[in-house]
């Protein structure tokens, strides 16, 4: 097996929409395993900011529960992480047709 890593002590490991064409351009949840510590939360790595956490902990004080609790409350940010999206827009004001769509 050929080590990817290439000298990194670091493991990260992202979930991210596959409608995205790469991690790199859509949120992620992820998790870091680096100098003995645990690190999760979700990411955008356009912008390099944490939407939520990011969470840090030593393994004795490590709890999965509560992380797989955070992904679960939050799994929505990367459902509707998507490059391409269809907004619809109701316009009930005179002279406007009653449906207008948008597309960004």
Not at 41 to 47: A, E, L, Q, T, V
């Amino acid at each position: 097996m050929e080590n990817r890593q290439q000298g990194s002590n670091t493991l990260w490991l992202a979930i991210y929409n596959k409608k995205q064409q790469t991690q790199s351009t859509g949120v992620q949840i992820f998790v870091e395993f680096l100098d003995g510590k645990i690190k999760y939360g979700f990411y955008r790595h356009s912008d390099q900011s944490y939407l939520r956490g990011p969470i840090e902990a030593l393994p004795e004080n490590y709890s999965f529960n509560d992380m797989i609790k955070l992904f679960d409350e939050n799994k929505q940010l990367i459902i509707i992480d998507e490059p391409r999206y269809l907004l619809e827009i109701l316009i009930f004001s005179e002279g406007f047709p009653p449906f207008h769509r948008l597309i960004h």
